[in-house]
């Protein structure tokens, strides 16, 4: 849902009192912000006199000799007028007239910039007050020319090489025909061509058909991140139509567990957090609504485009038929959920980073781009220079995504509720502003009392901001473009670069943003395009891997030069040629992949295909993986009948803007929980340890590939863990509570649950022998028959459970 939010005043001065919070709290006038580039004026006498007589004295006698008329330098910068001053030198614009704070020559005389002026010795404290002034002055100079802003046309042409344009990533998806094979009888799918064509092309077979205990197994992991249950393996086993293994995935993707498995996958992208981590790790509250929504687009097959859209300005679109009130409000979350430096000094760089960190997530997650490279300098390989990067960022710039930009600041909400609700989160948040600039820039010698009121009143305000059902959610702010910022420096501004995406996809023909909007939506809207060589590409690359463990192509947040290319490209394309057909619908995709041959092959090594192709890049078999970490604890969780199923809902609820100490962050209550591992909180800086052990990726950047380390940590915690002990001996309590049962039903038992297959007669013995050595081993002790018998059966369950059949995927 749309809504126009009432008006919020974000700009005060600095409150060192009471009385002035009250007032700011009561009137909250509104102030126009000036313009980012405050431009000479023509000067008055009282100015020309102070120019004369104090400017011009110190420019001639302390810079001229290095920058003067009739001198060159390597930084190509002349002081001897307002338009060589204003136009720069190598490193941009010597002053910002009106702003001496980011006036490159004030920086540099003060020796706090990128260079220090004079090098060997500092001015006088005088004369760079004298300086300082007269760029606060607005930079009077007699007689000089009126500056303008820099020309919108400034941003000319760019003239890509034919190999920049040529490459196979920015070219249009076009659908192959199905090559001829020789094995015909072998493609159930029209994609097994593709692979099929590939091996033979090698000399190579496919590997034979997973057995059905296998296979349900397979899929069941891949679209639930569970095991299935002995009732599921037996519904299977027993059902010997030609669709049953259609009948099973259809089955799995129609149930809500579907959507937190695959929900997480997309969380590792977006690099979803419920704290922001660097300096001050403030918690996220709200961050589960954003989560919840994704889970949800998941489990209801929201068309893949819809889905990108919402997320960059759900906000500016009118609602889906059947979406949740605010569904496309909270999407935008994904703009919000970014680690942030909120203790930064400096607002406008404080903004640019968050800016980077969007712009950084959206060319890794949609596009397979590395697009904040361009930050600071040209892409060194890929067809992106700086003058794209932004204007892409001054889209971001447009968008609000933080009360305000200073030391202690806090993100934007949106209320979800009427417009009366809206109204009072607007004046909260307003309220929290005013007192956080208060006790963060009051001064409080000898009125230590008055910071305390101030602190009491914050406490109260946020107690009542808390009670507001609102989500992180990005809004509309005032449109601008931006100036090139040499070496990703804000100080030091080159040419202006419009709003705009892309010229390498987009062309240079493309319609110019509107000076109303911040062109989110257009953004949106451009890069979701069914021709898109893009979008599609980079979705289908996931879900492969989803189920293959490695994307035919392998860098998955990365499709440019530095990349590696598609294994099978025709298959890419036919398959992203499909998902658009198909209406953007990620679970027709599932289907399609998983009812091929190539999906249901075995594992089975062939010693002459690893020779050939060493790493499986034709795909001659299925691969081996091992589970993830969330999947090892929800399936323990699962096999040992303690996992809890509700779904949704708040992680950190009582901590509302609190800065999660170290203490905080290894509190083990806040994941003592049964419930599934998506709804525990991710926490940044401080991971849970189950999560850190299996190679949880890092939740402050995009991680479309989770590594897969084996280490001894691993071995550590499947053996003595908590989560491992519990586990085993609820599941040892499992079999034991069946009366009736002698240890062999409780072997088959186990291994029905646990491995989902019978154990052989071998491994029965085994274990009969084992259970009879490790009771005896008790009997010297002062322990009960019952404790003996569950400590017995414990030490089973937990061979059980840390072994590699459960822990892998066939």
């Known amino acids: 849902m749309t809504l126009i939010r009432p008006h919020r005043n974000r700009c005060y001065r600095p409150v060192l009192g009471l009385a002035a919070v009250a007032c700011a709290l009561v009137s909250q006038p509104a102030k126009v912000r000036a313009d980012e580039e405050r431009l000479a004026t023509k000067p008055n006498a009282a100015a020309v006199k102070f120019f004369e007589t104090r400017v011009r004295p110190v420019l001639v006698e302390r810079c001229y000799n290095c920058h003067g008329p009739d001198t060159e330098n390597e930084a190509g910068l002349r002081l001897d007028s307002l338009a060589e001053m204003l136009k720069g030198g190598r490193s941009g614009p010597a002053i910002k007239p009106g702003n001496p704070k980011q006036s490159l020559l004030i920086l540099s005389v003060n020796h706090n910039g990128p260079v220090q002026m004079p090098p060997k010795t500092k001015l006088p404290q005088l004369e760079i007050a004298v300086l300082t002034k007269w760029v606060k002055m607005g930079a009077p100079w007699p007689n000089a020319k009126q500056p303008s802003r820099p020309n919108a046309t400034s941003r000319g042409p760019v003239q890509f090489s034919e190999d920049q344009k040529s490459f196979w990533a920015f070219q249009p998806v076009v659908e192959p025909p199905l090559p001829r094979v020789r094995q015909a009888d072998w493609p159930r799918s029209p994609l097994d061509h593709f692979v099929l064509v590939a091996l033979e092309a090698k000399g190579l077979t496919p590997a034979p058909s997973a057995g059905k205990r296998t296979l349900i197994r397979r899929a069941t992991i891949d679209l639930h991140g ?34 937190e498995r695959w929900g997480r996958h997309w969380l590792d992208v977006v690099r979803y957090a419920d704290s922001n981590g660097m300096d001050d790790n403030m918690a996220y509250v709200d961050a589960w609504r954003y989560r919840d929504y994704v889970i949800s687009a998941f489990n209801k097959d929201k068309p893949y485009n819809r889905f990108v859209q919402e997320q960059l300005a759900g906000d500016l679109f009118p609602p889906a038929d059947g979406d949740a009130p605010y569904e ?92 009366g609700l809206e109204r009072r989160l607007s004046d909260l948040e307003q309220q929290v502003d005013a007192l956080d600039r208060a006790i963060v820039l009051g001064n409080f010698v000898n009125r230590e009392g008055e910071r305390k009121k101030l602190q009491e009143r914050l406490s109260a305000v946020t107690k009542e901001y808390a009670t507001i059902p609102k989500a992180m959610a990005a809004e509309e702010d005032r449109p601008e473009d931006l100036q090139v910022f040499l070496r990703g420096n804000h100080l030091t501004r080159g040419e202006l670069a419009p709003r705009g995406f892309p010229r390498i996809l987009a062309g240079e023909k493309r319609p110019a943003l509107g000076k109303k909007e911040s062109g989110r939506r257009q953004l949106a809207e451009w890069m979701t395009r069914p021709d898109h060589p893009l979008i599609g590409r980079v979705m289908v690359n996931r879900i492969w891997k989803g189920h293959f463990g490695h994307g035919i192509v392998r860098t998955l947040d990365n499709f440019g030069r ?181 240890d062999e039903q409780r072997v088959r038992a186990g291994y029905d649950i646990v491995y989902g297959r019978p154990p052989t007669q071998l491994e029965i013995g085994d274990w009969l022998s084992f259970v009879a050595q490790y009771t005896a081993a008790l009997d010297g002790r002062d322990v009960d028959p019952a404790t003996q018998r569950l400590q017995t059966w414990q030490a089973v369950c937990r061979v059980l459970l840390s072994s590699n059949e459960f822990i892998y995927v066939e």
């Open 328 to 419: 496309g409000l909270i999407a935008t979350g994904f703009l919000m959920i970014g680690p942030k430096m909120l203790a930064e000094d400096d607002p406008v760089k404080q903004q640019m980073d968050i800016v980077d960190d969007q712009i950084d997530t959206v060319g890794r997650a949609f596009l397979g781009l590395t697009l904040g490279c361009g930050r600071c300098h040209d892409h060194k390989f890929d067809p992106f220079p700086t003058a794209d990067y932004y204007a892409l960022a001054g889209i971001f710039k447009s968008t609000l995504v933080m009360m305000s930009y200073r030391v202690d600041s806090k993100w934007n909400s949106r209320a979800l509720g009427d417009a």
């Open 226 to 259: 569970l095991p299935p249950t002995p009732k599921e393996i037996e519904a299977f086993l027993s059902d010997d139509f030609p669709d049953a293994f259609a009948t099973v995935v259809d089955r799995l993707l129609a149930s809500p567990r579907y959507g």
């Open 562 to 742: 530095l990349g590696q290319r598609p294994d099978n490209q025709p298959l890419l394309d036919w398959l992203s040629s499909q998902f658009v057909k198909r209406g953007w619908s990620i679970k027709s995709l599932h289907r399609l992949i998983m009812r091929s041959s190539t999906y249901q092959m075995s594992t089975r090594h062939q010693a002459r295909a690893a020779v050939i192709n060493t790493q499986n890049r034709l795909l001659w078999r299925m691969n081996r993986r091992r589970m993830e970490a969330e999947v090892i604890r929800d399936s323990l969780l699962a096999v040992s009948g303690q996992i809890d199923f509700r779904m949704g809902g708040p992680v950190l609820n009582d901590k509302t803007f609190v800065i999660l100490s170290a203490a905080a962050l290894k509190d083990a209550a806040l994941y003592r929980s049964d419930r599934r591992s998506v709804y525990l909180p991710v926490l940044r800086s401080g991971l849970y340890d189950v999560f850190q052990a299996f190679d949880f990726p890092d939740p402050a950047v995009v991680s479309g590939q989770r590594s897969s380390t084996t280490v001894a940590p691993q071995a550590l915690f499947m053996m003595n863990g908590d989560l491992m002990s519990g586990s085993s001996k609820q599941l040892a309590a499992r079999l034991l509570t069946r009366t009736g049962w002698d």
